[in-house]
């Protein structure tokens, strides 16, 4: 038989052989599975929370998972020899174990010499940037090397191995952040998110971020108008000056923007109940003038802000102008910007995907 590469990979049969090692080395290929699978998923749960304790318990977990990769390489390697022995069909195995590194050290890197930046890309974006690669390279690295999951492999010997990788990625975990704090790193100075500050009290030097593809909209605010609209009742419309006229709540409140940046500014504005009530069912949408659109549940109408002012000034276009949302709590993805509609909507909060798809 010659190469077939368009064939599945199959084990050749000559390597029977090697069955005694063949169980560590599903093993560890399993555990990789798991660990890998555990490091996306915390990934995107620590970009959802934004207060401490519930994101330092995700950080947390997430470093652990992460690091026990790394911890897996003496076995792996084992596998990796003996895989590219074969003669062809390492390239998905070749460029998966490159996106992994390299995800591996730009997150290590985040998180213990703080916000790096070459050529305008972060270690955070190259992070996570990797980490998505990582997926579909995973997939097909994994259905071309099928891995049989046994009866056993849940015996307690297994779960004594899980302990011992988990405890030793823990070890690891710890010594980063001890050396981090010990050697005065930028990393001991982040949030429990991960974030840096940048800019606080000085709206200027916090930076414009867009979540994906939004861009920072032209507004004319002689023309502009807030759309304001309750089930049953038809739309109000307030210009600009009547939106200022509203303005009387001043709020210091921290936004923490998944790129790795946060900043705490005095933000000035209105609340949403006072636009809009308190809705006792259903959600709260708002929505910019791009198009970008959170929902939140109609309790927050208390604490959401339409603010039009930060650090006493008018907010500039790339934070918002004229108006943006101010969403204590909530990461800086919920902090929708040039607000044109708020309105209360029959369905539920969680009716929209979790993070924005613009
Ligand atoms: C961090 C994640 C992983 C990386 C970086 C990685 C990398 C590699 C590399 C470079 C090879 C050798 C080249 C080749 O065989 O084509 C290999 C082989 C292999 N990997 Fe992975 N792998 C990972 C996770 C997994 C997982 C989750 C499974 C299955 C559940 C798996 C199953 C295998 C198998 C069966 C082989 C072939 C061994 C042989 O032919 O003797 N790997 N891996
Ligand atoms: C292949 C999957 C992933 C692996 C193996 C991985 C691994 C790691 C590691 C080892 C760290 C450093 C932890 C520390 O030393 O404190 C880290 C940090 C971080 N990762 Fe990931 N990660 C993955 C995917 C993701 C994804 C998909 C996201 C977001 C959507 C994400 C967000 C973060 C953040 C925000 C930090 C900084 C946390 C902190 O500073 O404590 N990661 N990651
Ligand atoms: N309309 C709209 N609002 C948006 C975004 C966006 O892409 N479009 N990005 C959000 C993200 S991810 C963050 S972190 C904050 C950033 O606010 P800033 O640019 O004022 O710092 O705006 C949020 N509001
Ligand atoms: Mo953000």
């Not at 994101?55 to 911890?71: A, E, F, K, M, T």
């Not at 809705?279 to 198009?291: E, F």
């Amino acid at each position: 038989m010659g190469a077939r590469p368009w064939l599945p990979y199959r084990r050749p049969a000559h390597t029977v052989k090697v069955g005694v090692s063949l169980r560590p080395s599903r093993r560890t290929n399993q555990a990789l599975l798991v660990l890998l699978a555990g490091a996306f998923v915390t990934g995107w749960v620590a970009f959802w929370f934004e207060r401490p304790l519930d994101s330092r318990v995700v950080s947390v977990l997430h470093g652990i998972l992460g690091l026990g990769i790394v911890v897996l390489i003496p076995w792996k390697t084992v596998i990796v020899r003996r895989g590219l022995r074969r003669r062809w069909g390492h390239g998905d195995a070749v460029a998966l174990a490159v996106v992994v590194a390299l995800s591996l050290v730009a997150g290590v890197l985040h998180a213990t010499l703080g916000p790096l930046e070459v050529a305008g890309i972060t270690a955070l974006q190259v992070h996570v940037g990797s980490a998505i690669a990582a997926v579909p390279l995973a997939l097909i690295h994994v259905v071309r090397r099928p891995q049989r999951v046994r009866a056993t492999d849940l015996s307690r010997r297994a779960v004594v191995r899980a302990i011992g990788v988990g405890g030793t990625a823990a070890l690891a975990y710890g010594a980063l952040e001890v050396v981090t704090s010990v050697a005065g790193l930028p990393g001991a100075r982040r949030r429990a998110t991960g974030s840096y500050e940048q800019g606080s009290g000085v709206p200027s030097a916090m930076p414009v971020t867009q979540w994906f593809t939004d861009g920072v909209p032209g507004i004319d605010v002689a023309t502009y108008e807030l759309l304001v609209s309750r089930p049953g009742e038809p739309t109000r419309r307030l210009s600009y000056g009547g939106l200022l006229a509203m303005t009387s709540i001043t709020e210091a409140a921290l936004l923490d923007c998944t790129g790795g940046w946060w900043a705490e500014q005095t933000w000035r504005g209105v609340r949403l109940h006072t636009l809009l009530g308190n809705p006792d069912h259903g959600s709260i949408v708002v929505r910019s003038v791009t198009g970008y659109t959170r929902r939140f549940p109609p309790e927050e109408a208390t604490s959401l802000l339409l603010a039009t002012h930060v650090g006493g000034d008018r907010l500039a276009p790339g934070h918002g102008a004229p108006v943006r949302l101010v969403a204590p709590g909530h990461r800086g993805f919920w902090w929708v910007k040039w607000v044109e509609e708020v309105s209360v909507e029959p369905q539920p909060s969680w009716w929209e995907p979790p993070f924005p798809l613009q």
